[in-house]
């Protein structure tokens, strides 16, 4: 079985501040790990996954994760916010033959002005 | 990426009364899903989509509750039956390639008040 843990319920930054949302997971099997964003009212939208390869994994609008083996955490980053950033980020898993997704809590993220 | 679209995009409904929601996706996918998300909550599966068979559902959700449509490739259905307001919440397709590691892609959502 596999889980997801988003260690923060909520984040607020400046705009222009640098920020890190925490992911980590559980898995017996190879892993692959993907950041979704939901703005209000809309579905979701892939930031990025990893797959394989290279541990950094750079997405869209800026942001980037790295993905930790032995921590079993795939954190996202971006230096530097805008109040556009503001929404909800989704860290999620599928892993060995499982092509479902399962999802953590989401964190939100406000930036302020 | 597939372009998913959903109707409705939100509706209130009576308790006990049924909603039929609708996705199309612009080209043909091989796995679609439906997914719950209640409020303040992450998502969680309610089941995948078969095309030409019976859905396939996750622990805690039934087909007498949530009957699933799957005519063809590009089009399913999803239906939340006999509602309470327990089941305010939106409800997302996803849809996908069908290969470990491929990426979802979901719909815009529908969102369901029950009263």
């Known amino acids: 079985a596999q889980s997801v843990t988003q260690l923060d319920s909520q984040v607020p930054v400046f705009e222009e501040a640098p920020v890190e949302l925490r992911c980590n997971y559980s898995?017996?099997?190879?892993?692959?790990l993907f950041w979704y964003v939901q703005y209000p009212n809309q579905g979701l939208q892939l930031l990025l996954k990893?797959?394989?390869?290279?541990?950094l994994v750079k997405g869209i609008n800026g942001f980037e994760a790295e993905f930790n083996k032995s921590q079993t955490s795939f954190h996202l980053r971006k230096p530097s916010v805008h109040i556009s950033d503001t929404a909800e980020y989704f860290c999620?898993?599928?892993?060995?033959?499982?092509?479902?997704?399962?999802f953590g809590k989401g964190t939100l993220l406000t930036v302020n002005p | 990426s597939a372009v998913i679209s959903q109707k409705p995009s939100r509706d209130i409904c009576q308790r006990g009364t049924s909603l039929t929601i609708q996705c199309q996706v612009d080209?043909?996918?091989?796995?679609m899903f439906w997914y719950r998300q209640q409020p303040g909550q992450s998502l969680t599966l309610i089941a995948t989509?078969?095309?030409?068979?019976?859905?396939?559902?996750e622990s805690g959700f039934v087909i007498d509750k949530f009957p699933i449509s799957r005519p063809n490739l590009t089009f399913s259905t999803l239906t939340v039956s006999n509602m309470s307001p327990e089941d305010s919440s939106i409800y997302l397709c996803?849809?996908?390639?069908?290969?470990?590691?491929?990426?979802?892609?979901f719909g815009p959502g529908t969102r369901l008040t029950v009263l």
């Open positions: 996803s849809v996908s390639s069908g290969g470990v590691g491929d990426t979802q892609y």
């Open positions: 898995s017996s099997v190879s892993v692959y």
């Open positions: 990893y797959l394989s390869g290279s541990t």
């Open positions: 999620a898993v599928s892993g060995g033959s499982n092509y479902k997704l399962t």
């Open positions: 080209s043909q996918v091989t796995m």
């Open positions: 989509a078969n095309q030409g068979s019976e859905a396939t559902y």
